[in-house]
């Protein structure tokens, strides 16, 4: 992988193939972040940026979607919250103390009714 050539060999014709140039409009921090990415792996900031584009768009290039990857991490946070709280209350209903329960219950709750207005901007106070 020649970074530096600004032009590459056409398919099967052996002829050099002129690159035309894109224009793509960065924050200046990315910009800085995407240049220190790629001189760590001994690339200019656009040869990193044309090989990352072309990888993402090959055939067998794993989902961009970040919502796909963190969906099974998600699911799994969940059901271990679940066994957890599942745990706790069936321990504090044993030792009598469903009244603490169930102000837990109603302040969280409470909890989340506020952080939900707050969300669709009716903030209730």
Known sequence: MDGNAAES?????????KRTPHSIRFLDPEWERIEAFAEERGLTGPEFVRFAALAALADDAPAVNSGDRLAPLIEMTFRAAYIMVSKL???????????EL?????????????ILAEESGEEER
């Open 9 to 17: 060999e056409a398919a099967g014709t052996g002829k050099p193939e």
């Open 89 to 99: 209350r069936h321990d504090m209903l044993d030792e009598g103390r469903g009244e």
């Open 102 to 114: 169930d102000a837990l219950i109603a302040e969280a709750r409470g909890l989340q009714d506020e």
